[in-house]
């Protein structure tokens, strides 16, 4: 059974960085797409990036040219690189594993809190 396992949430500056990660183990050979969603109060949850098996990232037209988003199938984690931070930007994080067949899987969520 494929477990998700986030990490490297905070609190930050505006302006600043951060870098979120995200482990998969078990099963992983069956994930097609991996990603990080991001839920604040009073807003649906939205997507921020995400990367599928051969094919380029996508991306929320917010974080573009601020977020990058790496897949690395060998070390089976998804981390997204999170630049020139808003306030905006502050909301539960979470990571996302799609599976062949159109199932899913969703991480615990980890909190980033830009200050302004």
């Known amino acids: 059974q494929v477990q998700l396992v986030e990490s490297g949430g905070g609190l930050v500056q505006a302006g600043g960085s951060l870098r979120l990660s995200c482990a998969a183990s078990?099963?992983?050979?069956?994930?097609?797409?991996m990603g990080w969603y991001r839920h604040s109060p009073g807003k649906q949850r939205e997507l921020v990036a995400a990367?599928?098996?051969?094919?380029?990232?996508s991306y929320a037209d917010s974080v573009k040219g601020r977020f990058s988003v790496f897949r690395d199938n060998a070390n089976s984690t998804v981390s997204l690189q999170m630049n020139s931070l808003k306030p905006e930007d502050t909301a539960v994080y979470y990571c996302?594993?799609?599976?062949?067949?159109?199932?899913?899987?969703w991480g615990q969520g980890t909190q980033v809190t830009v200050s302004s």
């Open positions: 996302k594993a799609e599976f062949v067949g159109g199932s899913y899987l």
């Open positions: 078990g099963g992983i050979f069956r994930i097609n797409t």
């Open positions: 990367v599928s098996s051969g094919s380029l990232p």
